[in-house]
């Protein structure tokens, strides 16, 4: 197995930086809480397709999200593989995938995550297994991600994206535990799991909305 590439992943948050600062104003808040070595999950709420450029652009260290194989096509295929991200196949069990995922948290890496599977209203509403699957099998704290403001308003030159220079509130919670500390990977307890990272991640939007006045 192939694991992405780390130098890979450094180069794109390069890019992300260099294009989110570029074209928005991120205001980022608790990026401290990111532990600066080891490995971490990140999980981001999704309502834009700009709210994973805008994290790797954000986040202390680089990461490598899992994106649908859907993304993956043509030159921006080569272009997301290139700066280290993970293609998923979200209608099976994508082994190669899961691989991928843990060995960049055996590495001792970042792992990027929409926890709701597809973009949606990101309020954390629906969560797919797959984070505390991760969390739990690796024993990676998850930090949760709340990104506001990529859909309040469009921008006139291209409707489909934030408003160029607009601000965009990047917020990061404090990091915490999946498991319950017995190690169980059984289905009831990747569904406690489930259950316990939810409460985490919605209580940490509101949070994030009461910050920022979003």
Do not use: C
């Not at 450094?10 to 490995?39: E, H, N, Q």
């Not at 160029?164 to 289905?187: H, K, M, Q």
């Amino acid at each position: 197995m192939t694991l992405p590439s780390v130098k890979g992943a450094a180069v794109g948050r390069r890019i992300g930086i260099g294009l989110m600062y570029g074209f928005w104003k991120p205001r980022v808040l608790g990026a401290w809480r990111v532990p600066a070595s080891g490995p971490v999950i990140l999980a981001v709420n999704h309502a834009h397709n700009i709210d994973g450029p805008m994290l790797m652009g954000t986040a202390p260290r680089p990461v490598h999200f899992l994106i649908k194989k859907e993304a993956f096509v043509g030159p921006l295929g080569s272009f997301l593989e290139g700066i280290g991200q993970l293609k998923v196949d979200r209608e099976s069990t994508d082994r190669t995938a899961i691989g991928n995922a843990l060995g960049v948290l055996e590495q001792g890496g970042v792992l990027g995550i929409f926890p709701e599977g597809t973009r949606g209203d990101g309020d954390f509403a629906s969560l797919r297994a797959g984070l505390a699957y991760f969390a739990v099998r690796s024993g990676a704290p998850i930090v949760p991600v709340a990104v506001l403001g990529s859909t309040e308003r469009r921008g006139r030159l291209v409707k489909g994206l934030p408003p160029l220079r607009g601000r965009v509130d990047v917020v990061f919670g404090d990091a915490f535990e999946a498991g319950d500390g017995s190690g169980r990977r059984t289905r009831k307890a990747l569904d406690e799991a489930t259950v316990r990272i939810q409460e985490r991640l919605t209580g940490h939007l509101e949070n994030a909305r009461r910050l920022t006045g979003r």
